[in-house]
């Protein structure tokens, strides 16, 4: 599986939350963006700070090198999306973190995914597997944090966050507009 490049690390984004005062969670603000993506949206890179501002939810102004940073994630979470194989990365702590945290974290990436896919207007009616797909999302974003340090509870972890992984790749190949390069924005954006 293909990572995130080092600069796109959970640390990296969790670092500009604290700057921020952020009410919102560095997981969730990714899982955000992919949801949005992978219902069919692009944004121009003024927009998604926008919408990168407003799920931060914090009290200060971003830095320039929070934009930057910001527009690279962006644009690394679309070309991840696009590309030829199964190259996402989802956003969450390290293996070195306890599972209690991982597991939070990809609830909270799985309850940003729905917000983001759910504010892009789609045509037409999904799957029954993509209809599936958002309701085991949505128990995921419910998932209890009160787990212990095992090889099951680990193992359990790695199987749960490998289907979001994969079931993001589907709701994305099946909500692309057709008339719609996978990796581009619509001509309607500058």
Known sequence: MALMPAAFDYDRVEQLFNEQSAAGFPAELHGHLVGRLAAGARLDHGTWLEVAREVIDGRGSLSEADKVFLIQLYDASLAQLAGSGFDLTLLLPDDEAAIDRRTLSLGQWCEGFLGGFGLVGRKGELSEEASSVL????????????????????????????????????????????????????????
């Open 135 to 190: 309701a085991d999302f949505a128990a995921i974003a419910q998932v209890q944090t009160d787990l212990e340090e095992s090889d099951a509870n680990e193992a359990d972890f790695m199987e749960v966050m490998e289907y979001v992984r994969m079931a993001v790749l589907l709701l994305f190949s099946e909500c692309q507009p057709a008339d719609q390069a996978p990796d581009q924005p619509p001509a309607s954006l500058h």
